[in-house]
C-alpha cells in the first residue's frame, strides 16, 4: 500500500447482538488515556451521505453514495456502515480516495473457502432474521486535508406480506450530515393501488420506533405519484436531522405499497426474451391448520422475554378458527406437552390452554428463544420478538399443494414452480426464459387444494412485450454483456435462479449434486455480479498499486453488486488509469480520413475508387440524435451523433448553428461494450463502467475494443482491429456567441463494417459513385473551379446507389485544421442523395440500435 494510505479493515458483521468473542474480533482493548484523546480528535466529517432506490415491478435497485472529509492534520480512519436487507444480493463496492479508485469485482470463491458456507449460514440464518438485515462495514484511513468516497450498490426482490410491498432504507449516517438525501422511485406498470411512507422506524420489532402522536411521512418528504410511477424524497436539513436523533442515527424510511390485479391466475410481464408471474389470488375461503406452538421455559426466558411471550401467544389462541388444531409444547433441559394429540379449537379448549401457557414457569438451562408455529405444510420457526407479526403472515392459509405449469417449449430456465403453500396477503413469484420472443401468448395452469377441493386454474394469458427505454433507474446505459440491453426481468430471473440454488445445495446431502449446484450458482453469480456464499469481491486497485483485498460473503454479513446505476456515475474526472499498462496515445495531429461529420454538421463521404468526394450539409435541430453508422445486425456496430444548438454569425443565411456534442458508439459482438463521449470526458462500458476525462492523455483496452484518448484533441475507437473511429475534440478558449465547444466525427478504417451498414454515413461505405454530364471546360481542370464564376458552375449529376444526384463543385474544410478538400457538393440537405429523408435518421435515444434500414430492405424511399 501507499505510505499514507491502507484499508484498515472489511468487517460484515451480524445485526443482532454480538457475543464477547464477536467483540473481542472486532475491536481491540485501548488504554483509557488513548480513548480520551481519540474522542477529542475531530473525526472525518461526512460531508454527504445519498440513497437512491429505484423499484421496477417489486425489484429494487438501490446505490449508496457516502462522502467523507479529513479536516485534521494527520491522516484518520473513516468509517461506513450501511445496514442492508438480508435478502438482498450485493453487486458492487467501490471507494475512492484522491483521485484513486478502488473498485470490487465478484470472482468466483474457491471450493476450499466454500466448504464452511454451510455451516456459517446454518448458524446465522435465523440470527439474521430477527431484523432482517445485514451490516455492511469497511473503513479507510483519510489523508490529512483529504476526501473520501464509499459507493456500495445492492439489489432486492420485494416479498409482499400482509397484503403490502415494504421498502426499507437505512438511514444511520452516525453524524448529522450536510447534504443527506433518499431518493426512491417506483414503478408498477400493473398499477399503485396504495402507498403509504410511515414515520422513521428505530427497530424492526413490530410497534417500536416511532413516538406518540407520530403519523404520516418524515419531515422534509415531498411525494409525487400517479397512476403506475411514485417518486418520494427525503431531504431532511441539518436542523431537522438534529430533531430525530443528534448523534445522526435516524432509521429506517420505509415505503409501502401494494399494486393492482386483475386476474385471478396473476400478473405476467416480458422483457427481452424474459418473463416474470405474479400469482396473488384473493377471495378464497381458508384452509384449515394444524399449529403446535413449542415455548422455550427455560431461565434464560425469565423476566420480560417470557411475559411477551405469553401475551404473543394468547392473541394467537383467539385468532384461531373453529377448523383450526393446536397443541402446545414446552422445553428447557427437558419437555412438557400439554396435550399427547392436536385438539380443535373451542371455547374450553382454548381457555386451558391459556391456563397451561399461564402457568408455565422458566426453570433448567437452554440457549434457545424460539417456539414453532406448524401449518398443515411445513414448519415456520418464529423468533418471540417477532411472534404476533409473523403468525399475521400465515394466519390465513388459502392454497396448498400449488403447481404453476407452461408450455415446456415455449419456457425454459423457469424458477421454482412447486409450492407447498400460499397465504393471504402473500405472493407467489416464478421467472423464467421465454424460447419464442415473438410469442403473443402464454398458455398457464395453476392446480392447487383449497380445504377439501381441487382448484384448477388454466388460461392463455396475453403477452404484450415491454418497450425498450423506460428505464427509470437514473442511468441511460445498457447494463450487461448479452446481446440485448439487460432488463429488470432478466435481473430478477437471475435473483430467483442463485436463490433456488442456494436453498438446493442446503438441502442435498448429495456431495455429486452439491458441487454440481456449487458450480451452477458460482458462475450465475458471476455472470451477474452477486457477493454470494459461492462468490467473494476483490478489490482492483490502481495501476501503481499490486495488492488485492478480498471480501467475501460474511455469513450475518453480506449478499449483494451492481445494481442500474453505476457506482463510477460519479467519476467525472477521476485520474483513473485501468486495464493494460499504458501506452504512448496517438498524436494530437492524427491522420483522419475524409469520410466524416464535423462542424456545423458538414458531412464528407469519400469514395476512393473513384477518386470522388462528395459533400452534403444537415440542418437539424438542437436535441435531435443523428444515425450516423447503423451496422447492428452486421459488425454489432451503432454510432448516434447528439446536436446542440447555438445562434448564427451575424448577416449569415442561417437562423442558427448545430453541432455534435456527444457521440455514443455501441457495440454488441463478440460482448456488449458502449462508449459515450463529450468534449470533456469518455465513458467506456465494457463490462466495468470506466470514466476518462478529455483532458489527459490515456489509453486503455477490453474484449478486443481498445480507447485512447489525446489530451483535448481527439479520441480513437479501434474496434477488433478491423474497425476504427476518430472523435476530434473542438474547445475554444474564449467562444464567440455562435460557437459551442464539440466533436467531429471521422471513419479512419472501415474494413470490420458489413455491407448492410447504414447510417447518413455508413450507407456510403461499400458503395462507388461516378459523375454523369460533367461540363468539358470543368473536367479538363478542376483546380480552377472554385475561382470560376457561378454562372459558369453548372450542376453536374453524380450517380451512387441508383440515384441521380444534381452536384456542385465546392471546397470544403477538414476541421483537423490542417487540411481543405474539394468535392461535389449536394444542396437541400442531400435530399436526393441519402436513403429516405431526415427524419428516417433520427434515433430516439442515445443508445438506440434500431433503423428504418437494413439488410432485404429497399435502398429508395
Known amino acids: 500500500f501507499q505510505p499514507h494510505w491502507h484499508v484498515s479493515r472489511f468487517l460484515f458483521l451480524r445485526n443482532s447482538r454480538e457475543s464477547s468473542c464477536e467483540r473481542v474480533l472486532v475491536r481491540h482493548r485501548v488504554p483509557r488515556q488513548l480513548r480520551l484523546f481519540q474522542r477529542l480528535k475531530t473525526k472525518p466529517l461526512m460531508t454527504e451521505f445519498s440513497v437512491k432506490s429505484t423499484i421496477i415491478s417489486r425489484y429494487s435497485f438501490t446505490t449508496v453514495s457516502c462522502r467523507v472529509l479529513n479536516r485534521a492534520s494527520e491522516d484518520q480512519d473513516a468509517e461506513f456502515q450501511m445496514q442492508i436487507p438480508a435478502a438482498a444480493f450485493i453487486t458492487n463496492f467501490t471507494m475512492l480516495i484522491g483521485d484513486k479508485v478502488y473498485q470490487g469485482e465478484i470472482t468466483e470463491k474457491e471450493k476450499k473457502n466454500s466448504n464452511r458456507v454451510k455451516q456459517g449460514m446454518n448458524q446465522t440464518k ?96 415531498v411525494i409525487n405519484q400517479n397512476e403506475t410511477f411514485a417518486k418520494i424524497i427525503f431531504k431532511p436539513s441539518v436542523v431537522q436531522q438534529a430533531k430525530i436523533a ?79 388444531h393446536f397443541n402446545i409444547i414446552g422445553f428447557s433441559n427437558r419437555i412438557k406437552v400439554w396435550k399427547d394429540h392436536l385438539v380443535s379449537v373451542t371455547p374450553n379448549n382454548i381457555r386451558d390452554g391459556k391456563v397451561y401457557i399461564h402457568h408455565m ?91 377439501k377441493k381441487f382448484v384448477l386454474l388454466k388460461t392463455d394469458v396475453p403477452v404484450e412485450p415491454q418497450k425498450e427505454g423506460n428505464d427509470v433507474t437514473g442511468s441511460s446505459r445498457p ?21 433456488d440454488l442456494l436453498n438446493a445445495w442446503l438441502k442435498t446431502d448429495d456431495e455429486q449434486e452439491k458441487e454440481r449446484l456449487r458450480q451452477k450458482a458460482g458462475t450465475l453469480a458471476v455472470n451477474y455480479h452477486f457477493l454470494t456464499p459461492f462468490t467473494s469481491m476483490k478489490l482492483k486497485r490502481p495501476a501503481e498499486e499490486t495488492h488485492t483485498e478480498s471480501l467475501e460473503h460474511g455469513y450475518g454479513g453480506m449478499s449483494a453488486v451492481a445494481g442500474p446505476e453505476t457506482v463510477m456515475q460519479s467519476l467525472r474526472g477521476a485520474n483513473m488509469q485501468p486495464g493494460p499498462a499504458l501506452k504512448k496515445p496517438y498524436d494530437p495531429r492524427i491522420k483522419i480520413s475524409k469520410t466524416s461529420a464535423d462542424g456545423d454538421p458538414h458531412f464528407v463521404v469519400d469514395f476512393p475508387s473513384s477518386q470522388l468526394t462528395v459533400c452534403f450539409n444537415i440542418d437539424g435541430q438542437p436535441g435531435d440524435i443523428l444515425r450516423l453508422v447503423s451496422d447492428h445486425m452486421g459488425s454489432g456496430v451503432t454510432v448516434n451523433g447528439e446536436l446542440i444548438g447555438a445562434p448564427a454569425p451575424p448577416n449569415g443565411h442561417k437562423k442558427q448553428r448545430t453541432y455534435f456534442h456527444t457521440i455514443t458508439i455501441l457495440i454488441n459482438k463478440p460482448e456488449r461494450s458502449y462508449l459515450e463521449i463529450t468534449p470533456k470526458r469518455v465513458i467506456l462500458d465494457g463490462g466495468e463502467r470506466l470514466v476518462l476525462p478529455c483532458n489527459q492523455s490515456v489509453m486503455v483496452g477490453t474484449r478486443g475494443l481498445e480507447v485512447s484518448v ?60 461516378k459523375l454523369t454530364e460533367e461540363p468539358a471546360e470543368q473536367s479538363k481542370n478542376r483546380s480552377v473551379l472554385p475561382f470560376l464564376p457561378a454562372d459558369q458552375r453548372s450542376e453536374t449529376v453524380l450517380k451512387v446507389k441508383g440515384h441521380q444526384v444534381p452536384v456542385v463543385w465546392k471546397q470544403r474544410k477538414i476541421y483537423n485544421g490542417e487540411e481543405e478538400i474539394d468535392c461535389w457538393f449536394a444542396r437541400n440537405t442531400a435530399a436526393k442523395l441519402i436513403d429516405g429523408e431526415y427524419k428516417h435518421y433520427l434515433a430516439s435515444h442515445p443508445f438506440d440500435t434500431e433503423t428504418v434500414f437494413g439488410p432485404g430492405m429497399p435502398r429508395g424511399i
Not at 440470527?127 to 486535508?145: H, I, M, Q, Y
Not at 394468547?314 to 385468532?319: E, G, M, Q, R, V
Not at 407479526?389 to 417449449?409: A, G, K, V
Not at 471521422?746 to 447510417?759: F, Q, T, V
Open 710 to 769: 489525446s489530451a483535448n484533441a481527439n479520441v480513437t475507437v479501434t474496434i477488433q482491429g478491423t474497425i476504427a473511429f476518430v472523435i476530434l475534440i473542438h474547445l475554444y478558449k474564449k467562444p464567440a456567441p455562435y460557437q459551442r465547444n464539440h466533436l467531429g466525427f471521422y471513419i479512419s478504417n472501415s474494413k470490420g463494417l458489413s455491407s448492410h451498414s447504414h447510417g447518413l454515413l455508413g450507407q456510403f461505405l461499400h458503395q462507388d459513385a
Open 479 to 499: 447494463k450487461g454483456g448479452g446481446q440485448e440491453d439487460p432488463n429488470h426481468v432478466e435481473r430478477l430471473w437471475s435473483y430467483l435462479t442463485v436463490k
Open 126 to 221: 435465523e440470527e439474521n432474521r430477527e431484523k432482517g438485515t445485514e451490516l455492511f462495514r469497511a473503513s479507510l484511513v483519510v489523508p490529512s486535508k483529504d476526501k473520501a468516497v464509499f459507493l456500495l450498490s445492492y439489489e432486492e426482490l420485494l416479498q409482499r406480506r400482509l397484503g403490502k410491498y415494504e421498502h426499507v432504507i437505512s438511514v444511520r449516517p452516525q453524524q448529522l450530515v450536510g447534504r443527506l438525501t433518499v431518493e426512491v422511485n417506483v414503478l408498477e406498470q400493473s398499477g399503485i393501488a396504495s402507498l403509504e411512507v410511515p414515520p422513521l422506524r428505530n427497530s424492526r420489532q413490530k410497534g417500536s420506533g416511532t413516538a406518540e402522536g407520530d403519523s404520516g411521512p418524515p419531515p422534509s418528504t
Open 246 to 324: 443528534q448523534n445522526g442515527i435516524l432509521g429506517d424510511f420505509i415505503v409501502s405499497y401494494d399494486v393492482d390485479r386483475e386476474h385471478s391466475i396473476g400478473d405476467i410481464q416480458v422483457l427481452n426474451g424474459y418473463f416474470v408471474h405474479y400469482f396473488a389470488p384473493k377471495d378464497l375461503p381458508p384452509l384449515p391448520k394444524n399449529v403446535v406452538f413449542v415455548l422455550d421455559s427455560s431461565a434464560s426466558m425469565v423476566g420480560t422475554k417470557l411475559r411477551q411471550t405469553k401475551d404473543a401467544l394468547f392473541t394467537i389462541l383467539h385468532d384461531l378458527r373453529p377448523q383450526d
Open 361 to 451: 414457569s422458566p426453570s433448567g438451562e437452554t440457549a434457545l428463544c424460539i417456539f414453532f408455529l406448524q401449518s398443515s405444510n411445513g414448519f415456520k420457526l418464529l423468533s418471540f420478538w417477532g411472534a404476533a407479526l409473523f403468525y399475521d403472515e400465515i394466519r390465513t392459509p388459502l392454497l396448498s399443494d400449488i403447481r404453476i405449469d407452461y408450455p415446456s417449449n415455449l419456457v425454459k430456465h423457469a424458477t421454482q414452480t412447486l409450492f407447498p403453500n400460499y397465504f393471504n396477503g402473500s405472493e407467489i413469484i416464478i421467472a423464467g426464459k421465454l424460447a419464442d420472443r415473438k410469442m403473443d401468448q402464454l398458455h398457464v395452469e395453476v392446480t392447487a387444494s383449497n380445504s
